[in-house]
T-cell receptor
Framework: AQSVTQLDSQVPVFEEAPVELRCNYS??????LFWYVQYPNQGLQLLLK??????LVKGINGFEAEFNKSQTSFHLRKPSVHISDTAEYFCAVRRPLQGAQKLVFGQGTRLTINP | NAGVTQTPKFQVLKTGQSMTLQCAQDMNHEYMSWYRQDPGMGLRLIHYSVGAGITDQGEVPNGYNVSRSTTEDFPLRLLSAAPSQTSVYFC?????????FGQGTRLTVV
């Protein structure tokens, strides 16, 4: 079975500062990795995904994440955040042979951007 | 593009009542799922389907039923609502590499 741990439940940062949201996973088999964003009172939107290949993955809105197999991590980064990035962020994993129906999510990290 | 449509957006139920949360997708996806979101717990899988006529249980299936008679629709039934089922429910449909989520249904059981 897979599990995901997001190491910070809340991350406050100032506007235009860099941010890193941490995600560690546990799995005995290879996995696909995802970051989703949830804006207030909305559904989840895919930010980026790692399936295979380059370990540095670029997503929407200037976010990127790096897959580190030895440390079983998939941390999300942005070099300069904006007020509009205020949201909850979820890391998720699933096995490649399973379809999109069986994602395992972390607990979420609430990112708050202060002016 | 409608994508994944959930109805209703909000619902209040009394303990013991039954109801069906509706989910419809117009992307011809084989895979569909139901998750519940609770504070500090992320999203947890309730039931999922890999195609019409095929469903299976996820991590937290107790108290919920599903069926999938068509590719487009995947309703979630609460047979006898309990306060522990107060949550935000998300339906998702997907391809092999990506899932698309609806806007959610906020359910309160009193």
């Amino acid at each position: 079975a897979q599990s995901v741990t997001q190491l910070d439940s809340q991350v406050p940062v100032f506007e235009e500062a860099p941010v890193e949201l941490r995600c560690n996973y546990s799995s005995s088999v290879s996995v696909y990795l995802f970051w989703y964003v949830q804006y207030p009172n909305q559904g989840l939107q895919l930010l980026l995904k790692y399936l295979s290949g380059s370990t540095l993955v670029k997503g929407i809105n200037g976010f990127e994440a790096e897959f580190n197999k030895s440390q079983t991590s998939f941390h999300l980064r942005k070099p300069s955040v904006h007020i509009s990035d205020t949201a909850e962020y979820f890391c998720a994993v699933r096995r490649p042979l399973q379809g999109a129906q069986k994602l395992v999510f972390g607990q979420g990290t609430r990112l708050t951007i202060n002016p | 593009n409608a994508g994944v449509t959930q109805t209703p957006k909000f619902q209040v139920l009394k303990t013991g009542q039954s109801m069906t949360l509706q989910c419809a997708q117009d992307m011809n996806h084989e895979y569909m799922s139901w998750y519940r979101q609770d504070p500090g717990m992320g999203l947890r899988l309730i039931h999922y389907s890999v195609g019409a006529g095929i469903t299976d249980q996820g991590e937290v299936p107790n108290g919920y039923n599903v069926s999938r008679s068509t590719t487009e629709d995947f309703p979630l039934r609460l047979l006898s609502a309990a306060p522990s089922q107060t949550s935000v429910y998300f339906c998702a449909s997907g391809l092999n590499t990506e899932a698309f989520f609806g806007q959610g249904t906020r359910l309160t059981v009193v």
